[in-house]
């Protein structure tokens, strides 16, 4: 019986990992961790019988001790919880689904302790690749990619030589706004933007989606996962999301691998890797599909992309801002504050106004966060 921890079990990814373990049967939730949605954790404690379950309201986790006073398990909340949940002596996996560079904490208490990483936390090595690869070498834990897109190169790699990569073509869908120009979207509304044409993620991932930062962010954290250079990261918009991702090597193969955009896939991948398990779901009718088509990405329209290479080949602390800068700007779309052309505004702004450190800590790299946050607030004051 395999044994997991789920850091972010109430979101997309973690939902969809409670539904691999349910379909296996052979894997022991021992651990949960979650924001604010007791109502969902509740349902996944009294599914899933977790010995420990964090949720980071104390206030929260007050109501979810009321709510499952029948239950037996330990019930914690804040940082120290998420750690405490991370570094659970019986979980052999860590799956780390969280949103932002809050999961980088918890990521590494994990690896210190020992664990394997699912990783599903882009922010993590976008901010703190330098960190966490040193360290996996050293603990000697393995760092199994979840994301679609490194899932497939990872996949591709299986078996190679990864010293014989010449490239990684990192495929995009273009999100809902493919083919627009600026003009075209400055009227862009919130529901406009949360209409992934091929995706059902969580409502901040498909903003990114849309602005393509979430692409920018997945260049970032392809060149620590695979130990390429940024100019090795090619990417590539394929409509269709059938290619999750290619790579070609240095005699001019090109590895490819494709199936149905279904998030459970990559994660149970991870899950059980190296091991293939059966999976249900609807399968790559080629005949139906006739073509799969190709497209550069555009980078004048699209410039989070962009900024996403100038950060990521500059590097130290700028991954940071822009990471930073990107989740104080879609909280602020998605509560209806600011336009949805103001995202990679804010980007620029805060990249622009940065003095770069080398290889931050990550109490620096926390600090950066902070002060982009600030940077922005006095630039843009809300109410």
């Known amino acids: 019986m395999k044994k997991i921890a789920i850091l972010g079990s ?12 349910e379909a296996n049967q052979d894997i022991a939730v021992t651990a949960l961790a979650a924001g ?22 104390e206030a929260a986790a007050k109501e979810l001790r ?29 799956v780390t689904a969280v949103v932002g560079m809050i999961g980088i904490r918890p990521t590494l208490a994990a690896m210190e302790a020992g664990k394997d990483i699912a990783l599903a936390n882009k922010e ?42 010449d490239k990684i073509l990192l495929t995009a869908s273009g999100g809902p706004f493919r083919g627009r120009t600026r003009q075209q979207m400055a009227n862009v509304t919130l529901e406009d933007a949360l209409k992934h044409p091929n ?17 920018g962010l997945e260049v970032m954290e392809a060149k620590w996962l695979f130990g ?49 398990r059966y999976l249900g779901g609807e399968r790559l009718d ?24 100038q950060a990521g080949k500059e590097g130290g602390s700028l991954p940071t801002v822009f990471n930073a800068a990107n989740e104080y700007a879609v909280a602020k779309f998605l509560n209806r504050k600011i336009s949805y052309l103001q995202i990679p505004e804010m980007i620029a702004f805060a990249m622009a106004r940065h003095k770069k450190v080398e290889a931050p800590s990550v109490a620096q790299i926390l600090e950066t966060e902070r002060e982009t946050y600030e940077c922005l607030e006095s630039r843009w004051k809300f109410a």
């Not at 109430?10 to 373990?21: A, C, E, H, P, Y």
């Not at 995706?199 to 692409?215: E, Q, Y």
């Open 124 to 165: 993590t090595l976008v901010t703190a690749g330098h960190l966490i690869m040193p360290l996996a070498k050293q603990k000697g834990v393995r760092i199994l990619p979840v994301d679609s897109e490194h899932s497939a190169i990872f996949q591709c790699l299986n078996g190679e030589n990864g010293r014989q990569v």
């Open 199 to 215: 995706w059902a993620m969580g409502r901040k991932i498909t903003i990114d989606s849309s602005t393509m930062v979430n692409k």
């Open 66 to 94: 009321s709510r499952v006073r029948d239950c037996k398990l330990h019930i914690v909340s804040g940082m120290e919880g998420l750690l405490e949940v991370a570094t659970e002596p019986e979980a052999e996996i860590v």
């Open 228 to 276: 390429v250079e940024m100019e090795q990261i090619e990417v590539v918009v394929q409509p269709q999301s059938v290619i999750h991702s290619m790579v070609q090597f240095v005699d001019g193969a090109v590895m490819a691998q494709l199936g149905t955009p279904d998030m459970k896939l990559p994660i149970q991948y991870a899950l059980y890797y190296p091991e293939r």
């Open 286 to 309: 080629f005949a139906a599909l006739k073509s799969i088509s190709f497209e550069a990405p555009d980078f004048e329209n699209f410039s989070g992309l962009a900024m996403a290479y």
């Open 10 to 21: 109430t979101g997309s990814i973690g939902t969809q990992t409670l539904q691999v373990v």
């Open 36 to 57: 604010s949605n007791i109502e969902r954790l509740e349902e996944q404690i009294r599914k899933f019988h977790p010995k420990l379950v964090c949720v980071w309201e």
